[in-house]
């Protein structure tokens, strides 16, 4: 690209601005996509995990780095398949038994979480589940949480996932919502709890630095949402800002017009 970009503002002293974006432009803009396969999980053993806080509290799958304060706020990634087995024991597994698509790696989070990109994207979306603490938790209750609908089943709870945008300068730029579990419905038959990976869309979130994760349910208690705070996170997608690229053909533009205008008559 350098080359081709050279021989354009070499060219008999003159320098196309069209020319400069139009080659900018048939350069392919580079998406991202974490897939948490990329970090040799699944090479080690069946059931590893990854968690962060011996690992220097984040790790980055295709480009985009997830956040972790040190004891296990945020994200972690996993690819252990018990979808049987209740308990805080089981936080790193997810309820569909395997990362999206059957594939081995996934991501787990926890509590307030947090994913950086490298730089302004809008991010397509990603597939989300529950994991099977959080699943098994809600299906029958636990010595903190309650059973999802109570003894008659028809309690109207819920558990919901909230994904809000942040962009460059720390801004919101909006929040979207997944119910993970939803007990509200009056026909108690349409009462669920996730246990497949469904894709949510986040387009309607705009260009973004950051995802921010936090979360909403029915049960709470004194120090907050019994529910464990929990999902399982995979192929998250984004596309690049357009904007970011017009600004560097205008850099290049301006340096080959200085260029130019120096060179010896």
Known sequence: ???????????????????LVALLFSTPAISLTATFDDLGLATVAPGEFLDPPTSGGSFTSG??????????????????????????????????GSGFAGTAGFGIAFSNSTLVLPTPQTVVGAQFTNTTYAALSMLTGDAFAKQFGGASGS?????????EG???????????????ADYRFVDD?????????VFLDLTGLGIVSELRFD??????????????????????VTIPEPGHALLIGLGLMALATHRRETQPR
């Open 1 to 19: 690209m350098l080359n081709k970009l050279t021989l354009l503002c070499d060219f008999r002293g003159h320098t196309s601005a069209w020319m």
């Open 63 to 96: 480009g985009i780095t997830f956040l972790n304060d040190g004891s296990f706020s945020g994200f972690s990634a996993s690819t252990t398949v018990d979808t049987t087995t209740p308990g805080f024991g089981n936080q790193y597994s997810n309820i569909t």
């Open 155 to 163: 309690d109207p709870d819920f558990f919901r996932l909230l994904v």
């Open 166 to 180: 942040i962009d460059d300068l720390g801004a919101s730029t909006g929040v979207v919502e997944l119910m993970l």
């Open 189 to 197: 038959s349409l009462d669920f709890i996730l246990e497949e990976w």
């Open 215 to 236: 979360f909403e349910s029915s049960d709470v208690g004194l120090f907050g949402i019994n529910t464990p705070t929990y999902f399982a996170i995979d192929n998250l």
